[in-house]
T-cell receptor, first 114, second 112 residues
Framework: NAGVMQNPRHLVRRRGQEARLRCSPMKGHSHVYWYRQLPEEGLKFMVYLQKENIIDESGMPKERFSAEFPKEGPSILRIQQVVRGDSAAYFC????????????FGPGTRLTVT | SQKIEQNSEALNIQEGKTATLTCNYTNYSPAYLQWYRQDPGRGPVFLLLIRENEKEKRKERLKVTFDTTLKQSLFHITASQPADSATYLCALVEDSNYQLIWGAGTKLIIKP
C-alpha cells in the first residue's frame, strides 16, 4: 500500500511563472490537506479537500493560489505568477475521515522561486 | 491571541536518558492533541494522539501527557537512542473545525 505521493520533489520557477504541485493520497483516503512550511516554522494549513469539493480554504491566499481534487487523478495545488515569498516546502496529507485521528504526509515539494 | 508554543532551542540529550519535550497552548480548547516526528527533507510522521479526557498515553518508549489546566502536553522518550534525533511537532485540534494547528517543533539531538 503506497503512502502519500507528491511530485515533483523539487521545483524551481522564475518569478511570474506558474507552479503545479501534485498529490496522490493513500489508497482508500478521500480527504486531502495541503500545508506550507517555511524553515524553522510550523506547518501552516492551506486547504482541505474531498473528492471534487473544497471543504475549507481558510488558509489559502485569496489571489494566485488554487487547489482541486478531481474525481480521477491527483490533487493539484496551483500557484500562479509565483513570487520569491512563495518559496517553501509544500506538504500534502491524507486521512480516512475528517475527524483527523491521524494524517499521513507525503515527502513534500520544495518550491524555489528565483 | 491564540498560540501553540514549543521550545525553539534544540534539546541535547545523552543516549539512554529520557528526553522530555513541551507543548504549551494559549486560548485554544483542544479536543485532542497529536505528536509527530519530522526528519530533514521529509514529511511529518504521526506518533501519538491524546484526547482531552485522557491524562496519559503510551506507545513503546513514548509517553504523552495532557494537562488541560496547565494547557500543556509533555512528550517523553525513554531510553533515548541517536536514531530518535529529529524534530518533534505537536498539533492540536479543536472540535469546531477539525483543523490541525501546529507548533513550530523542537529539534531533539541524542548524543551517543
Amino acid at each position: 500500500n503506497a503512502g502519500v505521493m507528491q511530485n515533483p520533489r523539487h521545483l524551481v520557477r522564475r518569478r511570474g511563472q506558474e507552479a503545479r504541485l501534485r498529490c496522490s493520497p493513500m489508497k482508500g483516503h478521500s480527504h486531502v490537506y495541503w500545508y506550507r512550511q517555511l524553515p524553522e516554522e510550523g506547518l501552516k494549513f492551506m486547504v482541505y479537500l474531498q473528492k471534487e469539493n473544497i471543504i475549507d480554504e481558510s488558509g489559502m491566499p485569496k489571489e494566485r493560489f488554487s487547489a482541486e481534487f478531481p474525481k480521477e487523478g491527483p490533487s493539484i495545488l496551483r500557484i500562479q505568477q509565483v513570487v520569491r515569498g512563495d518559496s517553501a516546502a509544500y506538504f500534502c496529507a491524507s486521512s480516512q475521515a475528517r475527524e483527523a485521528s491521524e494524517q499521513y504526509f507525503g515527502p513534500g515539494t520544495r518550491l524555489t522561486v528565483t | 491571541s491564540q498560540k501553540i508554543e514549543q521550545n525553539s532551542e534544540a534539546l541535547n540529550i545523552q543516549e539512554g536518558k529520557t528526553a522530555t519535550l513541551t507543548c504549551n497552548y494559549t486560548n485554544y480548547s483542544p479536543a485532542y492533541l497529536q505528536w509527530y516526528r519530522q526528519d530533514p527533507g521529509r514529511g511529518p510522521v504521526f506518533l501519538l494522539l491524546i484526547r482531552e479526557n485522557e491524562k496519559e498515553k503510551r506507545k513503546e518508549r513514548l509517553k504523552v501527557t495532557f494537562d488541560t489546566t496547565l494547557k500543556q502536553s509533555l512528550f517523553h522518550i525513554t531510553a533515548s537512542q541517536p536514531a530518535d534525533s529529529a524534530t518533534y511537532l505537536c498539533a492540536l485540534v479543536e472540535d469546531s473545525n477539525y483543523q490541525l494547528i501546529w507548533g513550530a517543533g523542537t529539534k531533539l539531538i541524542i548524543k551517543p
